[in-house]
């Protein structure tokens, strides 16, 4: 029984002409597939930290021309999604998407405009508290129960 089992040493030999040919195909069909990028550009839309100038060198002599290309790409990612894009990109930004107000405000309007008001005593409560910070319940709270406790 254990001689009809095939060994290892029994396979045929491997044919380099048949690995070669499969080798020159698989090249071929990358190589058809493969496209060449030469235009690199950095990706907007990732945050950069911006690196201070050294601190010994004069700004004039280390700054060098700034790629004006590069320089609108970064403005237009800082932009708000209203500046960018003309219509709302997701559901989220649907709400909110038009801020600008319905009809102008007017401050001397009082259908529309609802301004606090003081009375006199609440401008003398605001003014005592100025005075002393310390709210005067706590203090006659306090010392009315230890009078208690005392008598």
Do not use: C
Not at 110 to 139: G, L, Q, T, V
């Amino acid at each position: 029984m254990a001689t009809d089992a095939k060994k290892p040493s029994d396979k045929p030999p491997k044919n380099i002409v048949h690995e070669q040919a499969i080798l020159v195909e698989t090249i071929k069909k990358e190589l058809r597939e493969q496209k060449l990028y030469e235009k690199f550009s950095i990706n907007p839309f990732t945050k950069r930290e911006i690196l201070a100038a050294k601190p010994n060198t004069y700004p004039d002599l280390v700054q060098d021309e700034a790629d004006s290309n590069f320089i609108e790409m970064i403005k237009r990612a800082n932009l708000e999604p209203t500046k960018k894009y003309q219509f709302p990109q997701t559901s989220s930004q649907e709400i909110g998407w038009l801020t600008t107000p319905l009809i102008d405000v007017d401050k001397n309007d009082r259908r529309f405009n609802f301004n606090r008001h003081k009375s006199e005593i609440s401008a003398y409560a605001e003014e005592y508290y100025k005075m002393f910070p310390k709210k005067p319940a706590n203090a006659v709270g306090t010392a009315s129960s230890g009078a208690k406790k005392e008598a």
